[in-house]
């Protein structure tokens, strides 16, 4: 018998096929790339170019804010380069779209009230159709919208619609992903950075404390977060220049500062105040002189309705006395061996970063130690730790913990502290930061 001849295709059918080879290539192409902008950029260039449009844009979505962003659009390179352009997802075609999760087939872009002709103005093009349609993943989540201007045709057709769901299907699936791994670079870059942070934090911090057979101190700073707003100085002076290790101080100076929040942005601040302090010891400033200096310089510094409360102290070896000054830190305690009671010392003027006249700044406060007196500075990490029932941890449970262990070294009564305060709070970790000075005149 003879072979049957292979019939003829149609226009139509050789037409849908170079769509579907088309569309298998865009699907490898998506898959090929994770990095965000490379797939935002195959999705553009595919929409326009199986569609025969003049141009294409994606916007992606942010449900924190629910808001459309582009990143990369055709003809509009500039504006895009000069940082990612968001609005409303409630605004434009692309809003609508958003919104209903419905394909938009627009013929006539300036006979719909939705269009917003501002950047046909600002870039020189004019929008004539429009193709929007929305991007849904494989978990039914919108996450973009894209939209392709005018097509070549005029108009665009069923076909087109068809075609254009085909891509978004892929398109949603892959831009999903490749948010996903974004964030997930993000996140990791961004922990990186904060123990950068931590790391230069921590190593601000004095490592090792003065050395004096009258005296015992300890002192250490933890942060709730990876960076804390608490920061805390301990060192010698002698003369009027910071001393060296093998050098016997005069002086012991004490700077326990506490930013309003935790993080970056307090870490900041509370060190700045750290090396305000050391600057001043270095010129022999006194301590009234300086606590007005810190506040002008934090008044301009610090963000408005942020502050930093702060206690600076100086510490006569010979004459056992501390002169002090205090900037909204407390409450901040002596304890007296002899008699067995606490003192508070009170604030000499509000927090830095507040307000700037009216206060004394050279009336500073002044502490005479006894054998057996100790100081106590800790900030608000102990006092207000919470309980799971939402009851505070107090002064009154310093005090008896101070009292309890009065006879012990200052290192052990700082390690107690901070185990009652986690014990009362059922945590591996306060909410706020925890600092703590502790200084025992033992001779």
């Not at 299907?169 to 870059?189: G, N, S, W």
């Not at 390690?415 to 930061?433: G, H, P």
């Amino acid at each position: 018998m003879p072979q049957e001849q292979p019939q003829p295709t149609s226009a139509g059918e050789s037409a849908r096929s170079r769509a579907l080879e088309k569309l298998l290539d865009i699907s490898k192409r998506l898959g090929e790339s994770s990095d965000l902008s490379v797939v935002l950029g195959v999705i553009i260039d595919a929409m326009r170019d199986l569609l025969a449009a003049e141009r294409a844009t994606v916007f992606t979505y942010e449900p924190a804010t629910n808001e459309l962003a582009i990143h990369i659009a055709h003809g509009v390179a500039a504006a895009v380069d000069q940082g990612v352009i968001r609005f409303p997802a409630t605004v434009g075609v692309a809003g609508a779209c958003a919104t209903t999760r419905l394909l938009l087939n627009i013929p006539d872009a300036y006979a719909d009230a939705r269009f917003n002709p501002e950047v046909d103005r600002q870039t020189g093009f004019c929008t004539t159709s429009i193709l929007a349609i929305p991007l849904i993943d494989h978990a039914g989540e919108l996450v973009g919208v894209a939209q392709v201007l005018n097509a070549a045709r005029g108009l665009f057709s069923v076909d087109d619609e068809q075609l254009a769901t085909g891509v978004a299907a892929h398109a949603a699936i892959a831009l999903r992903r490749a948010r996903l791994i974004q964030d997930h670079v993000d996140k990791l870059k961004l922990q990186e950075e904060m123990n950068v942070a931590r790391e230069i934090q921590e190593k601000c911090f004095p490592s090792r404390l003065p050395v004096h057979p009258a005296y015992d101190i300890a002192a250490h700073s933890t942060p709730a977060d990876e960076c804390g707003g608490d920061a805390f100085d301990c060192f010698g002076v002698r003369g009027k220049t910071i001393a060296q290790s093998d050098e016997a101080p005069e002086h012991i100076y004490f700077l326990l500062a506490d930013a309003t929040g935790h993080g970056v942005g307090p870490a900041l601040s509370s060190m700045q105040a750290r090396s305000m302090m050391r600057i001043a010891a270095r010129l022999g400033q006194p301590l009234g002189p300086l606590a007005r200096e810190m506040n002008e310089q934090l008044l301009q510094d610090v963000p408005l309705g942020r502050f930093v409360t702060a206690w600076l102290g100086a510490l006569d070896l010979a004459m056992h006395s501390i002169e002090c000054f205090s900037a909204g830190q407390g409450p901040v305690f002596i304890y007296r061996r002899s008699d067995d009671r606490f003192e508070e010392i009170g604030s000499d003027a509000p927090p830095f970063g507040i307000i700037s006249g009216g206060f004394n700044w050279d009336k500073t406060s002044h502490i005479q130690l006894e054998c057996g007196d100790m100081l106590v500075l800790l900030t608000d990490g102990y006092y207000e730790a919470v309980s799971p029932s939402g009851v505070l941890w107090n002064e009154l449970e310093v005090c008896e913990i101070i009292r309890a262990m009065r006879d012990e070294p200052m290192s052990a009564i700082r390690q107690e502290l901070d185990r009652a305060v986690l014990q009362f709070a059922c945590a591996s970790n306060t909410d706020d930061d925890r600092t703590a000075i502790l200084v025992k005149r033992i001779i």
